[in-house]
């Protein structure tokens, strides 16, 4: 196994601004790697550079093991696919497919060979002779990703495909995506601002933020183990609690309330005393009858209850401070009531309130 | 007016009836102005129809008694502008002549400019590209001289060629701006898109700018044959009589001192001269008031 | 998290020469960049430069001061020709924005037929200056147009003749003017009403304000943009006035009704005194900048540092 793509001390400015800051990143053979972050954190900045569709102001980037910093986006080995799905709009769907192979001067076979095989894989077959106008916007993005397809290409870039999509189309071409990276197994870079897509697809996560990665891991170390406070304020929804306080010998103290932290993996086995944050995630408050085995134990005053069908949403007061709790959608709450609530503290997330990184 | 629907077009309240007071007062005033805006077509035509003996006895509105197009022959094919009396007709041909060339280097030109700045910017593109809109609003008459020395310089001072070549050069800025705006506003992931797909600085122009550009290039069209035909500065300077375009003509032929004047012959010249952009006017509809609101930022 | 994989070697490779990135770019704007430079910049600065010399009939760089200026502010003509500009541009950007801006509104209250009036109102927009000033002078001439037609009916004494008449030909210049650019002015006010928001109006109705009231009070203040680029354009519209006036009067009776523009063209081309043209033309092109450079600091200046 070799690295996909490396990309090794990027910087990028457009002027004075620095969009990207001496980026490393490894991306493997095979791996679907999801960039995510919210608008400006240089996601797609980030996407272009590798593409070759913006000229990096140093570093260097290697396509498997070729440095391709100074080629054109043709000759790097990338198919790339738009969220406005950018097709060609005065070529049929076939000459949308057959544009780059010929552009490459490819013979007439091959191109015929590679459209049929792309067409068959995305089923888009039927559509060949028809304008993109005359498309609905699930079969645009096929057709898009049908362009990435047939250069068949080492690695794959994705720009926010699925963002122009309805809700409901949406997943399903998610689900789509995900199948079609089982079956092709080439390197996948996907940006994205939503995490549910980045959480489904990924094998691994790059959370972005000015520039930086501020965090590289699995969905679930992402999810579970954020590396600080803004990869754990980003990722959840809704987002996780914070309250302020003091780590004091292993307890979490705030206001009055005591937590002690036992069975909470601290990064380092050592760690002094500090101003600290505590995170939870809304979703791992227990109520009701599992309040008695949790290891600690409060109550909350409910403010204001939101049935979301699935599930109902709490919005509390702990002590002085807001908390929100993920309820089932059958838990009857009303605003007024008093909660008592069960936390898991090996579920937690602590930070240092100077540093916001992980303890 | 609690009843009044409301459309997708105008936006004023609608007037409550018919013949309401404010309606006859609209309807009113739009009716006299619009008799300011088409007498002088009106007499234009009249005249050009009628015999002098008839306009010598006066009234210049009254419809021709007595209908003759011997005018529009004369104007055409015999009519007097200093040496030559062979009518408009020579310099409706050299406007023919500069207008086609001019519209299609002009356009070509701009076009290619447009999107270069664009899609392709450079660490100074924009520069260059701001000292051509400033340029835009320099009077012309600062530019005049030093052009006739150009054109001397390189031959082709009178020739039409010659000012085939300024009209290209003072179209450029307005049809440069308007040919950028369109192209920033095409999604600019169509030209990543493009460059992915290995597609140059040519083959993107061609094959994927200008298919989708045909709308703004029909823009372009009308706004530089109106002007073009339209011009008289350029005309009366950069020509030589064997030269002149039609208005240059047009000019000499009413506004000669010598001989009687034919005032019939004369309006009948002044719509000939006036007919290729009333063409141009009333085919394009739409898009004429798409094509003079562009070129309204022109200096 | 951190596999152990050899990265490949960091070889970096050579930035290209800067020249030749989108070389291709380069070359097609070649012609944008002579036409700027040389003709723009290059042109400009040449006729202000032998605009300090005495060249006659042909361009000399013998340096004579501001000489040619002294001439030009001295010559009644050029004196004639600025009033004549000022009396024009004056009025002609009056009568445009309201002529412009009424029919406009006339044209924006729901009524039939709107596109015919835009027709012909826009029409004469398409006619040449040429044509329009040939075609006015023959409505204006005493002997055959209107006074004639007037004095026809019966009205014997009937007076109207703007053209020959040095005080008021400024004025049969301005109808003609009028007649051919309003229509324009018109397409933009239109447009610009078109944009306004049509809660506006309904809250205008709400609250119980007259269709005038609201026009003076809510809706000209909300259009200051288009006014704006109605202005600018028939400003820069009467500093090149110079056709119309060949045309139409040719600068007479006399030269009361010279322009500058053609100040510059007939010492240029016709007296062979390249100095007082090109001294001329750089007046003009310094009106021109006193006019524009505070409008567009004022437009794009404030922009950019907010």
């Known amino acids: 196994m070799t690295y996909s793509v490396e990309i090794r001390q990027l910087d990028l400015s457009f002027g004075a601004v620095k969009v990207l800051k001496n980026l490393d990143l490894d991306i493997h053979e095979g791996e679907f790697l999801v960039l995510l972050g919210s608008s400006g954190c240089g996601k797609s900045t980030l996407l272009n550079c590798i593409a070759g569709l913006l000229e990096v102001s140093d570093g260097q980037i290697f396509i498997k093991g070729r440095n391709v910093t100074w080629a054109e986006p043709s000759e790097r080995g990338i198919g790339m696919v738009f969220q406005s799905y950018a097709l060609y709009p005065q070529m049929t769907v076939r000459g949308n497919l057959s544009f780059g192979l010929k552009n490459a001067r490819l013979p007439k076979d091959e191109i015929e060979k590679r459209v049929a095989r792309a067409a068959s894989i995305l089923q888009i077959e039927p559509l060949l002779d028809r304008k993109p106008g005359a498309l609905s916007g699930g079969q645009r993005q096929r057709v898009a990703i049908g362009r990435a397809l047939v250069r068949d290409v080492d690695v794959f870039l994705f720009d926010e495909p699925l963002s122009n999509l309805d809700a409901k189309l949406r997943v399903d071409l998610r689900v789509e995506l995900k199948r079609l990276h089982n079956q092709l197994q080439n390197t996948m870079i996907y940006v994205t601002h939503d995490q549910i897509e980045a959480m489904t697809l990924a094998d691994r996560i790059a959370v972005m933020k000015g520039g930086k990665i501020m965090q590289l891991g699995s969905p679930d170390e992402i999810y579970n183990r954020p590396r600080n406070l803004y990869v754990a304020d980003f990722i959840g929804s809704p987002s996780m609690n914070f309250l302020h306080g003091h780590l004091q010998g292993g307890q979490f103290k705030v206001d009055d309330m005591v937590m002690p932290m036992t069975g909470y993996e601290f990064a380092a086995p050592q760690v002094a005393d500090r101003p600290a944050v505590i995170g939870i995630r809304p979703e791992h408050v227990v109520t009701g009858e599992l309040v008695r085995n949790a290891p600690l134990q409060f109550s909350v005053d409910v403010d204001l209850v939101e049935p979301m069908g699935s599930d109902t949403l709490i919005y509390a007061k702990l002590g002085q401070h807001p908390f929100r709790i993920r309820m089932d959608g059958q838990a009857r709450v009303r605003s007024g009531e008093v909660l008592a609530i069960g936390i898991d503290p090996s579920r937690a997330s602590l930070f240092d309130q100077t540093t916001e990184d992980r303890l | 007016m609690a009843d009044a629907t409301l459309h997708a077009g105008p936006r004023g309240p609608k007037p409550k009836r018919a013949f309401s007071r404010a309606n006859i007062f609209i309807y009113g005033t739009l009716l006299l102005v619009s008799i300011y805006y088409l007498l002088p077509l009106y007499v234009m035509i009249v005249t050009s129809l009628k015999g002098m003996p008839e306009i010598r006895m006066g009234n210049v509105f009254g419809p021709p008694m007595d209908v003759t197009f011997e005018p529009w022959v004369k104007a055409w094919s015999e009519a007097c502008t200093g040496i030559n009396c062979d009518g408009l007709s020579r310099g409706f041909w050299n406007s023919v002549n500069i207008l086609i060339p001019s519209v299609i280097l002009s356009i070509g030109i701009a076009s290619v400019n447009g999107y270069a700045l664009s899609n392709w910017k450079f660490k100074g593109s924009e520069v260059f590209f701001t000292i051509l809109i400033i340029g835009a609003f320099i009077p012309y008459q600062t530019m005049l001289y030093p052009i006739v020395i150009l054109l001397r310089e390189i031959g082709l001072m009178g020739e039409l060629s010659g000012l085939v070549l300024v009209h290209t050069i003072f179209g450029m800025p ?99 001269t006036g007919l290729v952009p009333l063409i141009i006017y009333f085919a394009s509809g739409k898009l004429f008031v798409r094509g003079i609101a562009a070129g309204a930022v022109k200096g | 998290m951190t596999t152990t994989l050899a990265p490949s070697q960091a070889r970096p490779a050579k930035r290209p020469v800067r020249l030749f990135r989108h070389l291709m770019s380069k070359v097609a704007l070649i012609p944008m960049i002579l036409t700027a430079l040389v003709v723009f910049v290059g042109g400009t600065a040449w006729t202000v430069v032998h605009s300090f010399t005495n060249s006659r009939l042909l361009p000399r760089l013998e340096f004579i001061g501001f000489d040619q200026y002294e001439r030009l502010w001295s010559t009644a003509r050029w004196i004639v020709s600025i009033q004549n500009l000022a009396l024009y541009g004056f009025l002609s950007m009056i009568l445009s924005l309201v002529i412009g801006f009424t029919l406009a509104a006339l044209l924006d209250r729901k009524i039939r037929f709107e596109g015919a009036f835009r027709s012909i109102f826009l029409c004469p927009f398409a006619l040449s200056f040429v044509v329009t000033g040939v075609a006015w002078q023959w409505i204006l001439n005493p002997d055959f147009g209107l006074q004639n037609l007037v004095r026809g009916w019966g009205w014997e004494s009937f007076a109207f003749n703007p053209l020959n008449d040095p005080d008021t030909v400024m004025f049969g210049l301005l109808i003609a003017g009028i007649w051919q650019g309003s229509g324009l002015i018109m397409c933009i006010m239109l447009a610009g009403l078109r944009g306004i928001d049509e809660d506006i109006w309904k809250a205008a109705r709400v609250d119980g304000i007259g269709t005038v009231k609201t ?83 004022l437009e794009f200046g404030g922009k950019k540092r907010g």
């Open chain 2, 174 to 272: 307005i049809l440069t701006l308007l040919f950028r705006n369109y192209f920033a506003s095409v999604p600019e992931e169509l030209f990543k898109a493009a460059r992915v797909d290995g597609a140059g600085f040519w083959r993107i122009y061609f094959q994927i700018m200008l298919p989708m550009a045909l709308p703004i290039f029909v823009v372009a069209i009308i706004l530089q044959v109106t002007g073009i035909w339209n011009d008289f500065l350029f005309g009366v300077i950069y020509t030589k009589p064997a030269t002149y375009p039609m208005t240059v003509q047009l000019n000499n032929i009413v506004n000669s001192v010598q001989g009687v004047k034919e005032y019939n012959v004369n309006m009948a010249a002044t719509l000939l």
């Open chain 3, 215 to 297: 026009y003076v009070r809510i809706i000209i203040p909300m259009m200051r943009p288009v006014f704006v680029t109605a202005l600018v354009l028939i400003a820069s519209g009467i500093i090149k006035l110079y056709d119309l006036v060949v045309a139409q009067t040719n600068g007479g009776p006399g030269i009361s009704s010279e322009v500058p523009a053609k100040y510059v063209i007939d010492y240029m081309f016709r007296a062979q005194n390249l100095g007082q043209g090109f001294a001329a033309s750089t007046m003009m092109l310094v009106s021109v900048l006193i006019i524009l450079v505070p409008w567009a600091y």
